[in-house]
């Protein structure tokens, strides 16, 4: 069983930054891609930024230029540096993990973390 733990959310003022974490454990093969969704209260989940095992990256529109991913893929860990942050970004953020050779991938999910923008 895999497990994602998620950590770094928080309260911020407009502008600021925040630094989310999410770290998997237990028994993984292989990781195809690890990333970040989020959850705006009456709104659908939506991406944000995917890490590609690979080494590409992709970012939703909204979040280009403002937020990084990063993997430290010895620690199974993902990161999302968010900078300038805006009151829109405040969301449930969801950690997300692809596991698994190609013929037998699952999607993972952590338990989500408040991020709050707001002065």
């Known amino acids: 069983q895999v497990r994602l733990v998620e950590s770094g959310g928080g309260l911020v003022e407009p502008g600021g930054s925040l630094r989310l974490s999410c770290a998997a454990s237990g028994s993984i093969p292989s990781i195809y891609s690890m990333g970040w969704y989020r959850q705006a209260p009456g709104k659908q989940r939506e991406l944000v930024a995917t890490?590609?095992?690979?080494?590409?990256?992709n970012y939703a529109d909204p979040v280009k230029g403002r937020f990084t991913i990063s993997r430290d893929n010895a620690k199974n860990t993902v990161y999302l540096q968010m900078n300038s942050l805006k009151p829109e970004d405040t969301a449930v953020y969801y950690c997300n993990a692809v596991i698994g050779p190609i013929w037998s991938r699952r999607v993972y999910w952590g338990q989500g973390t408040q991020v709050t923008v707001s002065s």
């Open positions: 890490s590609f095992t690979g080494g590409s990256t």
